[in-house]
Nanobody, 122 residues
Framework: EVQLVESGGGMVQPGKSLRLSCAVS????????MSWVRQAPGKGPEWVSG????????YYADSVKGRFTISRDNAKNTLYLQMNSLKPEDTAVYYC???????????????WGQGTQVTVSP
């Protein structure tokens, strides 16, 4: 069974930092690209960042570029998101995500964790 468990959220003041983690199990973590997605209150989901399976290529939304860093430890089956210089507009529930494509042997699926709340407030 595929499982993704986020942790590390909390309430911080603007300008502070948080590090989110996403522990995964039930699939070969090192074979899949991973993403972080967030959803602010009353808004739709926003893609935040992505990383390729080997961890060498990363992608960021313009809203977080230069402040957030995505990384992964394939030996520990864990995805990370280092968030620096946090702003009130970063307040959201943060989810890690993996999309598995359809193959000749199995139907593809998108998996999500339960999310971790990040609140940035003075």
């Amino acid at each position: 069974e595929v499982q993704l468990v986020e942790s590390g959220g909390g309430m911080v003041q603007p300008g502070k930092s948080l590090r989110l983690s996403c522990a995964v199990s039930g699939f070969t973590f090192s074979s899949y690209d991973m993403s972080w997605v967030r959803q602010a209150p009353g808004k739709g989901p926003e893609w935040v960042s992505g990383i390729n399976s080997g961890g060498r290529t990363t992608y960021y939304a313009d809203s977080v570029k230069g402040r957030f860093t995505i990384s992964r430890d394939n030996a520990k089956n864990t995805l990370y998101l280092q968030m620096n210089s946090l702003k009130p507009e970063d307040t959201a529930v943060y989810y890690c995500n993996v999309d598995m494509p359809t193959t000749p042997f199995a139907l593809g699926a998108s998996y999500w964790g339960q999310g971790t709340q990040v609140t940035v407030s003075p």
